[in-house]
T-cell receptor, first 116, second 117 residues
Framework: AQKITQTQPGMFVQEKEAVTLDCTYD???????LFWYKQPSSGEMIFLIY??????QNATEGRYSLNFQKARKSANLVISASQLGDSAMYFC?????????????FGKGTMLLVSP | GAGVSQSPRYKVAKRGQDVALRCDPI?????LFWYQQALGQGPEFLTY????????KSGLPSDRFFAERPEGSVSTLKIQRTQQEDSAVYLC???????????????FGNGTRLTVT
């Protein structure tokens, strides 16, 4: 079974500052994918960034980067230069090879609030 | 359409009623997923289709839950004899390839908020 742990129920950051959202995972699979999604108050889940378990370099997408530490089973999301529009729930998720990459297991999420 | 479309946006049902939730995936997307999201929680997997084949229904909580995708496009999630614990947001997602990966991320709809009274 897979498990995703997000230990920060809420985070506060000032506009233009960087913020790190924590995610640890547990799996017996050697091959898996890690995802981060953003869920604004509108409810839609928005895909942000992906990291494969065999990728040697940390993934980056614009202001988003994923700090992947495989030995520690950690996949933290770093948002640089926060914007007011970044205020939302953020979910870490994993898709293991054993499910044919067909099942995403999500954490409970972290609520990020960006203040002016 | 440009994105995944779900209807209705909101549904109120009396306990014991049957409900049907519709999902229109992005055109051409092979994979379709249903997730259930309780208040304050992350989404939980319900079921997965690859075209019209339901490859995984391990997340369906009981035999009152049934999903279909008969022509490999539109999908319907049906809940029979609804119970209060079924109250949640039901999210549909689609991906262009098989499953979820870097070149086939899941694209989610806005969800259907089901309230059972």
């Amino acid at each position: 079974a897979q498990k995703i742990t997000q230990t920060q129920p809420g985070m506060f950051v000032q506009e233009k500052e960087a913020v790190t959202l924590d995610c640890t995972y547990d799996t017996s699979d050697q091959s898996y994918g890690l995802f981060w999604y953003k869920q604004p108050s509108s409810g839609e889940m928005i895909f942000l960034i992906y990291q494969g378990s065999y990728d040697e370099q940390n993934a980056t997408e614009g202001r988003y980067s994923l700090n992947f530490q495989k030995a520690r089973k950690s996949a933290n999301l770093v948002i640089s230069a926060s914007q007011l529009g970044d205020s939302a729930m953020y979910f870490c998720a994993m898709s293991p090879f054993s499910s044919g990459y067909s099942t995403l297991t999500f954490g409970k999420g972290t609520m990020l609030l960006v203040s002016p | 359409g440009a994105g995944v479309s779900q209807s209705p946006r909101y549904k109120v049902a009396k306990r014991g009623q049957d409900v049907a939730l519709r999902c229109d995936p992005i055109s051409g997307h092979v994979s379709l997923f249903w997730y259930q999201q309780a208040l304050g929680q992350g989404p939980e997997f319900l079921t997965y289709f690859q075209n019209e084949a339901q490859l995984d229904k391990s997340g369906l909580p009981s035999d009152r839950f049934f999903a279909e995708r008969p022509e490999g496009s539109v999908s319907t999630l049906k809940i029979q004899r609804t119970q209060q614990e079924d109250s949640a947001v039901y999210l549909c997602a689609s991906s262009i390839g098989q499953g979820a990966s870097y070149n086939s991320p899941l694209h989610f709809g806005n969800g259907t908020r089901l309230t059972v009274t």
